[in-house]
């Protein structure tokens, strides 16, 4: 290796190490930023040991670092392209080389997974490779996943597992401003991320010169690591103090195989774990088979009615509309196929996978929606159809099925719960939630805002990038 990309390699690991340094930093102080009405002594003590854990105060702790890629989305989050790896002792970072993930997934003939399997296992089948195994809907499940494969793969032990998705270097980019990037011409902002950065590895001079395409990251990475140096501690916290977004939209996700540790990530819904409740829930997750980067150019829209009968009995009518905003375009240039023409966005073609209420009765779709039940993931029922987008061109998929529970509308108050909860790295989508009751009833009260009422029907009509947990009274006439 020359000079040069012993430089470019090292100034990758340093930028990926003072980033997640500054998100431990960050993580560690969230004590002091969020949660705020909890009872303090137990709030101290979880965020003690969190802190204790990242920064390797309480012994050492080996951390993976997954890269999801959720322009080119997985059912948990993104493909998982970049690997990078580090150890954290007395608050000290020693970083290794940021790998593609093909450096450990080529390794995978030499290793013999079917001794142990246990944990490696995904509705969709067992896998044997780190860039196939986001596939899960809780991403519990995809973060043990991972640690097993990269330390069959690698040979180095795995404590905590951190998964970061694109939207968190746009929030730096958002805190720390503009960075000018002369040696490309480029002026990189949180709203050209996508344009600069992603689809320049992807079809950018480098790779077609045949040099390492993330070369651009690695001066992003400069960048940002002159920025942090010249922060004191305080300052970098205080600029931080939003970073529960990116945790509530989970676009930064944690897995750790310590149990204490693991229910604090739980608790602060830091996990990507599927949300466990009796009630009505929704989970919309996408996984891109086509191979390329256009998901992150689809405009989504959920569109749930639920209709009550006067004996309680409910009927969901879902639309789900999805629209590629994006034309074919941006030549791709793949080393391993150098002679066929393709480009890096193309029509998207995902596989759509739906979690329902355990014993949710399916009643009708639409001839588009061939809708198969595969597995039950988390205590709910799992079910996947096959979307396949015309760009410029809004495509809908329905679906009616029957909740498999009563509402009790026996007295005078009756109270409707609904739950959606966001695909771990998911995209913002226009949410359309109506709920109609009998004649007879009216809402009383509610936790959300901005509601229409017609009548005896409620409708909630917003833009989400995070859990929904939707509560309304309703009084009888």
Known sequence: MGKSAKKSSLVKSLAIATVVFGLFIIIANLGGLIDKVVIKTTKIGDYKLLSESLLGLNGKKNILLLFMNNAEARTGGGFIGTVGYVTVQNGK????PVRSVYYYDWKFLDVNYREDTKGMQSNEGTLYNLRDGNSSLDWRSNGKRAAIIFEKESGLPVDIVISITPEVLKYLLGKFGPIDIPEYNRIITKDNLLETIQLDVEYGTDKRAGKDPKTILSFVGDKIIERIASMQTRDIISSFEDVNRLIARHQLLLYSFDEKLARILNDKKM????????SDYLIIAESNYSVDKSNAFIDRVTNKKITIAEDGTATVELIMSRLQTQPISFEYIDPHHPNVITNLIRANKSTIKLALPKGANVVS??????????????GYDVYIFNSELVPLEKSEYRITYLLPFKYDLSSDTAVVNNTYQLQSGGWPYRLIHTIQMPQEWRLIKSNINKLEQKGNQVIYDIMVDSDQSLSFTYGKK
């Open 93 to 96: 970072i020693d970083p290794k």
């Open 271 to 278: 996990d990507g774990s599927l949300i466990r409740i009796a």
């Open 365 to 378: 779709t639409s001839e588009n929606t061939r809708l198969g039940k595969i597995d039950n993931e988390g």
